[in-house]
């Protein structure tokens, strides 16, 4: 049973293009999570997803994010428009339902804005 | 004030030391996380408890509900214990997301 995936490891982009961050669940799992993680600092919530459904997404930037997460595939996390300060480590976490049970972690997409 | 707080930020021990972090937390929970995060930058699930105390292997955390307060306690320690340390508590919005701390940075020092 694979644990949590994300790609890219790394996504480098330029300010102004955009980025596509990747989140595959552990099977089984239909409810995502989306933490991002400043440099030097903590790790902080973005959104939460459930199949075709967001649920909480009052982490989220309010403009140039958004999230989805498909009946099929993976939950996307999108970012238009990057500025150097979107530069971060971007974690999504699953759980096979959303009640504070533990979350497994995937290894993180590291973002940088050149 | 942080609804999390760890202590202490950064902590350097030898190699076989005992070690304690500590966690507090404002708000109310059902269940308090303890995550790894080694220099690599990925995290582990390390413990989720709701009471009393949880072992795994040198690992050891406790709970204290009534007080809001956790603690990690690594026995033994190694070298490659070397990791962040971070404890994460369910916000009261009952949607399972996470708050964290801000991380407790261990070097083990062979």
């Known amino acids: 049973n694979a644990g949590v995936m994300q790609n890219p490891r790394h996504l480098v982009r330029r300010r102004g293009q955009e980025a596509r961050l990747r989140c595959s669940p552990m099977?089984?799992?239909?409810?995502v999570y989306w933490y991002r993680q400043l440099p030097e600092e903590g790790l902080k919530f973005m959104v939460y997803?459930?199949?075709?459904?967001?649920?909480?997404e009052s982490g989220m930037p309010k403009e140039r994010f958004s999230a989805e997460f498909p009946k099929e595939g993976p939950s996307i996390l999108r970012i238009q428009q990057v500025v150097r300060g979107d530069s971060a480590a971007y974690f999504c976490?699953?759980?096979?339902?959303?009640?504070?049970?533990?979350?497994?972690f995937g290894p993180g997409t590291r973002l940088l804005v050149l | 004030k942080n609804e999390v707080e760890q202590s202490p930020q950064n902590l350097t021990a030898q190699e076989g030391e005992f070690i304690t972090i500590n966690c507090s937390y404002s708000?109310?929970?059902?269940?308090l996380h303890w995550l790894q995060q080694h220099p690599g930058g990925g995290i582990v699930s390390l413990f989720m408890?709701?009471?009393g105390k949880k072992k795994h292997g040198r690992l050891i955390a406790t709970i204290n509900i009534q007080e809001k307060h956790s603690s990690l306690h690594i026995t033994a320690s190694h070298p490659r214990d070397s990791a962040v340390y971070i404890c994460?508590?369910?916000?009261?919005?009952?949607?399972?997301?996470?708050?964290f701390g801000q991380g407790t940075t261990l070097q083990v020092k062979p």
């Open positions: 976490a699953s759980s096979p339902s959303g009640n504070g049970e533990t979350q497994y």
């Open positions: 099977k089984g799992h239909s409810h």
């Open positions: 997803l459930q199949k075709e459904n967001i649920i909480d």
């Open positions: 708000v109310g929970i059902s269940a």
């Open positions: 408890l709701s009471s």
């Open positions: 994460a508590v369910p916000s009261e919005s009952n949607t399972g997301k996470l708050i």
